[in-house]
């Protein structure tokens, strides 16, 4: 069977069937491929996704008809089912760029380190396989993301990549990992920019179209007042509230998301979205890190990279990582930066750590809503009843659990310490 629907639950929601798996799989595998059979099935429970559908694959093929048969384990991510998260994601966008960061930026990040002669087993390699990825099957509305919107994906989860725990936040050991390569990824970015300024330009025009419809944003303005209030409800913070209902308000609440403002030398293109669910670890026998794989590219920007920095160390670092080594990361995220551009050939005599400090700084100030927010929904105890087309009142707006009241003191001390309120 190679069509199955996945239907969530729901009055407003929307059936998500994936449609002529074996179109896809001609881009990736050959034209005399052949799909003997497939099945569906939902990757993830509610609340571990919130900007589409992901459903998990399993296909028979045959590459041609002499061919055996083979399994593959794919990942098909597809557009949001709930009415209310169609009305906030723009699909079209954030389709378009997650294929071109995977499809086409990652092999021009790849060739970047080839032409520097690192060796095969050298180059980055941080990147899921995709398969095949379009926005349509319509001829006449190609590039407008519909029901049949959709990438395919290899299942990392069959090779023994996982997310780690978002309630408890990556200790220090996966930390380092993870901002050490995202310091890598980075630095690529800075390289395209340096070394081939027409592919970064054309990469721009894709990766500079932000994914959100703000157009009614008047609707979460009581989600802003909120927020404000439950963190300024901490006897603990009190001496902050000044501060945070000043910084706050100046961000303009959601319309900090969308600052892609560029500052020299400070200008690639950050993750936008780099959280303990979109970084997959594979351990070996030991329980120790063997390879680490970055997911989720649809807020991608061309922005200064820092702006990757506040949102991961304060939203998916454990707190006794908060506590105890977040400038030993900060270091070393700083220290990975400057030793690949080194290694790519771009002079990294503007990075000095006094501008990074002070890049930092700007993008510190510009997190804190962000870092709220996010940690709302990673903190959530999810059960069968959340309703996605009623995020604003289920989660944005619900009643703050212990837990999340604890990440937020840690996160508005330690933007008080760092100098970011």
């Not at 979460?220 to 913070?237: A, G, K, M, P, Y």
């Not at 995220?333 to 030793?339: D, E, F, G, P, S």
């Amino acid at each position: 069977m190679e069509n199955v629907t996945v239907v969530q639950n729901g009055d407003e929601n929307h059936e998500v069937v994936l449609r002529d798996l074996q179109s896809l799989l001609l881009e990736s595998i050959g034209k005399d491929v052949q799909v003997v059979e497939s099945t569906t099935s939902l990757l993830l429970p509610k609340g571990e996704n919130y900007a589409s559908t992901m459903l998990k694959v399993e296909a028979l093929i045959k590459r041609t008809k002499s061919s055996p048969e083979e399994k593959l384990h794919l990942v098909a991510k597809m557009i949001p089912s709930s009415e209310f998260q169609r009305s906030i994601f723009n699909s079209s966008v954030s389709f378009a760029k997650e294929i071109y960061v995977i499809q086409t930026l990652a092999p021009m990040y790849k060739q970047l380190e080839r032409e520097v002669g690192l060796e095969e087993d050298e180059i980055i390699d941080i990147f899921p396989k995709i398969y095949a990825g379009r926005l349509s099957r319509n001829e006449e509305t190609p590039d407008v993301a519909d029901e049949d919107a959709v990438m395919l994906l290899e299942n990392l989860k069959v090779r023994g990549y996982d997310t780690m725990n978002r309630m408890k936040g990556l200790d220090f050991e996966h930390a380092v990992i993870a901002i050490t390569q995202l310091a890598r990824y980075h630095a690529l970015g800075m390289a395209l920019r340096h070394k081939k300024p027409k592919e970064f330009a054309e990469a721009q025009k894709i990766i500079d179209n932000f994914p959100f419809d703000m157009t009614d944003i008047k609707q979460f303005e009581d989600v802003i007042d909120h927020t404000i209030e439950v963190v300024c409800s901490d006897q603990r913070l009190v001496q902050y509230e000044q501060k945070i209902r000043g910084l706050i308000t100046e961000q303009n609440g959601f319309e900090s998301f969308m600052e892609i403002e560029k500052i020299e030398p400070w200008i690639s293109i950050n993750h936008g979205d780099f959280w303990v669910n979109n970084i997959m670890f594979q351990h070996d026998d030991e329980g120790k890190v063997k390879d680490i794989k970055f997911v989720d590219f649809q807020i991608a920007l061309v922005c200064s990279p820092l702006k990757d920095l506040p949102y991961f160390l304060c939203a998916s670092t454990s707190t006794n990582v908060m506590k105890n080594q977040f400038d030993e990361l900060l270091d070393a995220y700083h220290a990975k930066l400057v030793q690949e551009l080194d290694k790519l050939g771009v002079d990294s005599s503007p990075f000095t750590k006094e501008s990074f400090e002070k890049s930092l700084m700007l993008a510190g100030k510009k997190s804190l809503f962000q870092c709220l927010m996010a940690v709302k929904f990673f903190t959530l105890e999810v059960d069968q009843e959340l309703d996605l087309n009623n995020m604003k009142d289920q989660v944005m707006m619900a009643k703050p659990s212990d837990l999340y009241k604890e990440r937020v003191y840690m996160i508005v001390k330690k933007f008080a310490e760092k100098g970011w309120l």
